[in-house]
């Protein structure tokens, strides 16, 4: 569980099952010099037996200043098991970066 906790971001979701496997693709502009944006999707297989989860995240930068970054990331989550229910879920991360 320590190993599945260390792998939590806003851009893959909570892996729920050990991961075989993953595939990320995901597009990233710059709006203007001080905002990029990110969408991404994350299609996860878990070990043999355990299902796969897929994952739509994006990501907001904002530079406010060359010291000072915040950024703002959501992750919606469909985990669908191989014999139990689909279970969807969500992720909100929001942080800052000061640099000197």
Same mark, same amino acid.
Do not use: I
């Given at each position: 569980?320590?190993?599945?906790?260390?792998?939590?971001?806003?851009?893959?979701?909570?892996?729920?099952?050990?991961? @075989?496997?993953?595939?990320?693709?995901?597009?990233?502009? @710059?709006?203007?010099?001080?905002?990029?944006?990110?969408?991404?999707?994350?299609?996860?297989?878990?070990?043999?037996?355990?299902?796969?989860?897929?994952?739509?995240?994006?990501?907001?930068?904002?530079?406010?200043?060359?010291?000072?970054?915040?950024?703002?990331?959501?992750?919606?989550?469909?985990?669908?098991?191989?014999?139990?229910?689909?279970?969807?879920?969500?992720?909100?991360?929001?942080?800052?970066?000061?640099?000197?």
């Amino acid at each position: 569980m320590t190993r599945r906790l260390g792998e939590v971001n806003a851009g893959t979701g909570f892996p729920s099952a050990p991961v @075989r496997w993953d595939v990320k693709p995901s597009l990233s502009w @710059r709006l203007t010099p001080a905002v990029r944006g990110q969408v991404s999707y994350a299609f996860t297989r878990y070990v043999a037996g355990q299902g796969v989860a897929h994952v739509l995240a994006t990501r907001w930068t904002v530079r406010l200043g060359d010291a000072v970054r915040l950024w703002a990331s959501v992750a919606l989550q469909r985990d669908v098991p191989q014999d139990t229910p689909a279970q969807a879920s969500g992720l909100l991360t929001l942080g800052g970066e000061y640099t000197f």
